[in-house]
C-alpha cells in the first residue's frame, strides 16, 4: 500500500508540475538519451514502467502485445510483466483503484501515454524533462515527504526511485547578480548509496524516460521508415517524368 501511495505522489507530479515549473525557469534540462530504435534500451524501461509507474497511473491507450514491436514475445509479456491482468491483448491499466485513488489525493493520477510528447518547454522536450526530472530529487527533511527537486522545486512528492539511486544533497556555491547574492548549484554530493553507481542509474533512467517517448508513438519508427522510402520513390520518379518530357519533347519545335 506504500508503494502504491508514493508512485501515485509521483505520477502527480510528474504531469502537473512541469508544464508550470518551465514558464518559471529553473535548472537546465539535460538532453535525454532518446533512441527508439534502441531495442535493448525500450524493453528495460518497459520493465522499469511496469515495475515503478504501473502501480498507480495507467497507460490507457497501449496494450500489452504492442510490446512485441520492441522485441518482446507474448510469453516474455506473461512473465515478466503482467502484474495488473492475465492477458497480453488488454491495456496497461493501473493496479490502484479508482475510487481509493480520488479519496486519497483528490483525483485520479494521471495517464502517461502521450506524457513524453506532451511536457515540452522552453528548455527543451518532454523527455528532456522528464529525463532531469527523475535525476535531481535530493533529500530536504524541511519537506512533507522528505524530498525536493531541482527541476520542480518544492515539489510534492517523494522520491520513488530513490533506493536505486541513494540519497542525494546538493551543493551550492554563491554568485553575485544584478547586486543580489543568490546560490547556484554546483555538483551533488552523495548522503547513501544506492543499488546503482550514478551512471547506472542514468542509463536506467534514460532507458524508462526512451520508452515513455516510445510509448507516446509506437508507429512513428514505421512512419519514418515509410516516409523515407516515399521520398526515395518520388524522387525517382521525378527524374523518369523529366528524362520522358524531354523525349516527348525533342521534336517539336
Not at 514475445?73 to 510483466?81: E, G
Not at 529525463?131 to 515539489?155: C, M, Q
Not at 516515399?230 to 517539336?252: C, E, P, Q, S, Y
Amino acid at each position: 500500500m506504500k508503494k502504491i501511495v508514493l508512485s501515485a505522489l509521483t505520477a502527480l507530479g510528474l504531469t502537473l508540475g512541469a508544464a508550470a515549473h518551465a514558464s518559471e525557469g529553473g535548472i537546465a534540462w539535460d538532453k535525454a538519451p532518446v533512441n527508439t530504435t534502441d531495442t535493448a534500451s525500450l524493453q528495460n524501461g518497459a520493465r522499469l514502467f511496469v515495475n515503478y509507474c504501473l502501480s498507480c497511473h495507467s497507460a490507457a491507450f497501449m496494450r500489452y502485445n504492442r510490446l512485441k514491436d520492441i522485441g518482446l514475445t507474448d510469453q516474455d509479456i506473461k512473465d515478466n510483466l503482467l502484474f495488473t491482468t492475465d492477458k497480453v491483448g488488454e491495456t496497461m491499466k493501473a493496479a490502484i483503484d479508482p475510487r481509493q485513488a480520488k479519496e486519497w489525493f483528490g483525483a485520479n493520477p494521471p495517464d502517461l501515454t502521450l506524457v513524453a510528447r506532451s511536457r515540452a518547454g522552453h528548455n527543451g522536450t518532454g523527455a528532456d524533462y522528464l529525463y532531469t526530472f527523475l535525476r535531481t530529487f535530493y533529500k530536504d527533511e524541511t519537506k512533507p515527504t522528505g524530498w525536493n527537486n531541482l527541476a520542480f522545486p518544492s515539489v510534492g512528492m517523494p522520491h520513488v526511485l530513490w533506493e536505486l539511486q541513494g540519497a542525494r544533497v546538493p551543493v551550492y556555491e554563491e554568485s553575485e547578480s544584478h547586486g543580489h547574492k543568490v546560490e547556484l548549484f554546483k555538483e551533488w554530493k552523495q548522503v547513501t548509496p544506492g543499488k546503482m553507481s550514478s551512471q547506472e542509474y542514468d542509463k536506467n533512467v534514460g532507458d524508462l524516460v526512451n520508452y515513455l517517448q516510445w510509448m507516446a508513438e509506437p508507429a512513428q519508427n514505421t512512419r519514418v521508415r515509410v516516409g523515407v522510402w516515399v521520398l526515395l520513390f518520388l524522387l525517382g520518379f521525378t527524374v523518369i517524368a523529366w528524362r520522358l518530357n524531354a523525349a516527348f519533347w525533342k521534336d517539336v519545335k
